[in-house]
């Protein structure tokens, strides 16, 4: 990798960001807001004076730019002398920040970034992964969550998400071993990843518990079909070893807007709802409030 093959977004462009980029030999993209950032390695800022740094602070898509990519900043002569208003980008995610005097290590601050922020998500991922199933867990979750929930705010619509309490494990690991639990959670988990769309998301939240994010309802009755989906499929038995296992399913439900609008109170709600109705193997699921004979958003796979 080297620094011209980066693919480079220049936010807020002007004449001077632009004259530094041209000189290090790079080119960029430019828009003048950081929307794009996912589709960048770099998102490049030139901030000129400690207002223009504390502007930059202030800016509603650094954090999820710098989440996104690595973003660099070009000082000018003023705003390199301000270690403070550095500091508070620092703090929100800004992964380089490079004086106008050092136009020739530009080139080798956007690669060092780059490589830090690959570092980063590596450890991002290993940390919000559920070792025994692959899925993301709670913390992963909470994360998506936040980062929707920032979206529904400038474009409404309404999503759900799903607390599917399970028990089964323990009978399946005194009858067949101790890992056999282990095998019916991951059985678990591609269950229900398979009955949901690729925009759905699924985590690992607890060791008997799973969450499922709707991110986006066709209907307001969606939810309660793709919970009721979701528990016929885990209905079915499972096979361990040779042997057929069942579990037993309770899920709570919490909807946006109308239960909350952070992403830990409706983990919270419907976490509370799964843990205080009866777990059920057969017909139904706990907490539900209708049945409807249409089909879900998500029902094209059956």
Same mark, same amino acid.
């Given at each position: 990798m080297n620094a011209q093959a980066l693919r480079l977004l220049l936010v807020s462009p002007d004449a001077a960001g632009r004259a530094v980029l041209q000189a290090a030999g790079l080119s960029a993209a430019e828009a003048p807001e950081a929307g794009?950032?996912?589709?960048?390695?770099?998102?490049?800022?030139?901030?000129?004076?400690?207002? *223009? @740094?504390?502007?930059?602070?202030?800016? +509603? %898509? #650094? =954090?999820? !730019?710098? $989440?996104? /990519?690595?973003?660099?900043?070009?000082?000018?002569?003023?705003?390199?002398?301000?270690?403070?208003?550095?500091?508070?980008?620092?703090?929100?995610?800004?992964? *380089? @920040?490079?004086?106008?005097?050092?136009? +020739? %290590? #530009? =080139?080798? !601050?956007? $690669?060092? /970034?780059?490589?830090?922020?690959?570092?980063?998500?590596?450890?991002?991922?290993?940390?919000?992964?559920?070792?025994?199933?692959?899925?993301?867990?709670?913390?992963? @979750?909470?994360?998506?969550?936040?980062?929707?929930?920032?979206?529904?705010?400038?474009?409404? /619509?309404?999503?759900?998400?799903?607390?599917?309490?399970?028990?089964?494990?323990?009978?399946?690991?005194?009858?067949?071993?101790?890992?056999?639990?282990?095998?019916?959670r991951r059985k678990v988990a591609v269950r229900l990843r398979s009955g949901l769309r690729a925009s759905d998301v699924v985590a690992a939240i607890s060791s008997d518990a799973f969450g499922v994010l709707l991110g986006r309802l066709e209907a307001r009755g969606d939810g309660e079909r793709v919970a009721a989906k979701l528990v016929r499929a885990l209905q079915q038995p499972f096979v361990i070893a040779g042997q057929p296992c069942t579990v037993t399913v309770a899920v709570g439900m919490a909807l946006y807007p109308e239960h909350g609008k952070q992403a830990r109170e409706l983990l919270q709600r419907a976490s509370a709802q799964a843990g205080s109705v009866a777990t059920l193997g057969s017909a139904g699921y706990a907490g539900r409030t209708e049945r409807g004979p249409g089909a879900a958003a998500n029902d094209d796979d059956g």
């Amino acid at each position: 990798m080297n620094a011209q093959a980066l693919r480079l977004l220049l936010v807020s462009p002007d004449a001077a960001g632009r004259a530094v980029l041209q000189a290090a030999g790079l080119s960029a993209a430019e828009a003048p807001e950081a929307g794009a950032a996912r589709d960048h390695d770099v998102v490049f800022w030139h901030a000129a004076t400690p207002a *223009a @740094l504390a502007a930059l602070a202030r800016r +509603a %898509e #650094l =954090p999820q !730019a710098a $989440h996104d /990519a690595a973003v660099v900043v070009l000082l000018g002569a003023e705003a390199a002398a301000d270690l403070a208003g550095q500091a508070d980008l620092v703090s929100l995610g800004v992964e *380089a @920040l490079v004086s106008a005097t050092d136009v +020739a %290590e #530009l =080139p080798r !601050a956007m $690669h060092h /970034a780059v490589l830090r922020k690959r570092v980063e998500r590596a450890s991002r991922t290993a940390y919000a992964t559920d070792l025994a199933t692959g899925l993301p867990h709670q913390a992963q @979750l909470l994360e998506h969550m936040n980062q929707l929930l920032a979206l529904r705010e400038r474009e409404p /619509a309404p999503m759900v998400l799903l607390v599917l309490r399970i028990e089964g494990y323990a009978g399946a690991a005194a009858r067949l071993g101790g890992e056999s639990a282990n095998v019916l959670r991951r059985k678990v988990a591609v269950r229900l990843r398979s009955g949901l769309r690729a925009s759905d998301v699924v985590a690992a939240i607890s060791s008997d518990a799973f969450g499922v994010l709707l991110g986006r309802l066709e209907a307001r009755g969606d939810g309660e079909r793709v919970a009721a989906k979701l528990v016929r499929a885990l209905q079915q038995p499972f096979v361990i070893a040779g042997q057929p296992c069942t579990v037993t399913v309770a899920v709570g439900m919490a909807l946006y807007p109308e239960h909350g609008k952070q992403a830990r109170e409706l983990l919270q709600r419907a976490s509370a709802q799964a843990g205080s109705v009866a777990t059920l193997g057969s017909a139904g699921y706990a907490g539900r409030t209708e049945r409807g004979p249409g089909a879900a958003a998500n029902d094209d796979d059956g």
